[in-house]
């Protein structure tokens, strides 16, 4: 049964997440104090710890998602025997969790993909001041819905063209659109009025994956160009492309590109089951993509590894 990875974005994170994988296993352990030195910051302990409010800024629970994810692989490896090249066909990662999908795959070590992570973060949320930007998600909205409504609600009401723009296609009804406040209000609004059956602002700090956000794409740019970068172990699906990548010079343009482009997740398994899976795992915190992954390819199986729990079951499994 050929097995893809998948690793959550952001929204994933919650206080206590990795604690037991930390208590229970020293690979993981030692995932976090990398992070923690590649960051000179406790950021295992608010991991933790909390408090919530903390966690959840986008500099914070970006490399926090990552270093849980590279945790459980760790121990795959190491405690488990794991053999990611032989035992995977392909990874991908929502977002966020493309870094933790490339470092998983040794595109990256694990102390650059923090530090990549803590920088797109804070860039991402410098990029538009508080209160510019909003985003939204529209449930029971196909893409092109989506689309054509953000194109409507970008004219704004005194002849200026704002940024509104689908941020997420997760598929099965749930787009993410991303953009100007009050563009995204009227995007909001249109919906309703063509009985979307939900459509509603979402308590993020800053607009991702839209136009706005340029001068983060130019940090992640400059970055980028100095990191090391090698051929992953198994291919990416990028999400920019929703197509394989295995080449480091196209993988740091996508990775840039994925700053302003839109997460074509939906495409991505797609991609994913037309070449052959029909296993997705979902690695690190919570459950957002298995939940996703019920609705995308309800014939595939899917499930979770970021317990120690889980973790066993998963090689168990093999």
Known sequence: MPIAFVFPGQGSQAVGMGRDL???????????????????????????????EELTLTANAQPALMAVSLAVMRVLEQEGGFDLKSRVALVAGHSL??????????TFDVP?????????????????????GAMAALLGAEMAQA???????AEGGEG??????????????????????????RAVALAKEQGIR???????????????MAPAADAMAEALALAELRPPLVPVIANVTAAKATDPVEIRELLVRQVTGTVRWRECIGTMLELGC???????????????????APDAAAGTVGTPAEIEAFLKSL
């Not at 352990?29 to 030195?37: H, K, N, P, Q, T």
């Open 198 to 212: 939900r459509a509603m602002l979402l308590p993020v700090s800053a607009p991702f994956h839209c136009a706005l």
């Open 160 to 185: 200026e063209t704002e940024v509104v723009e689908a941020a997420n296609d997760n598929g099965g009804g749930q787009v993410v659109i991303s953009g100007h406040r009050s563009a995204v209000e």
């Open 22 to 52: 930390a208590a229970a296993f020293a690979p993981a352990r030692e995932v976090f104090e990398a992070v923690d030195e590649a960051l000179k910051q406790n950021l295992s302990r608010l991991m933790f710890e909390g408090p919530a």
């Open 97 to 106: 969790g493309e870094y933790s999908a490339l470092a998983a795959a040794q």
């Open 278 to 296: 029909d296993r997705f795992v979902e690695i690190g915190s919570g459950k957002v993509l298995t939940g996703l992954m019920k609705r995308l």
């Open 112 to 132: 650059t993909a923090a530090r990549l992570l803590r920088l797109r973060g804070e860039a991402m949320q410098k990029a538009v001041p508080a209160g510019v």
């Open 147 to 153: 689309q054509e409504i953000c194109a409507r609600a």
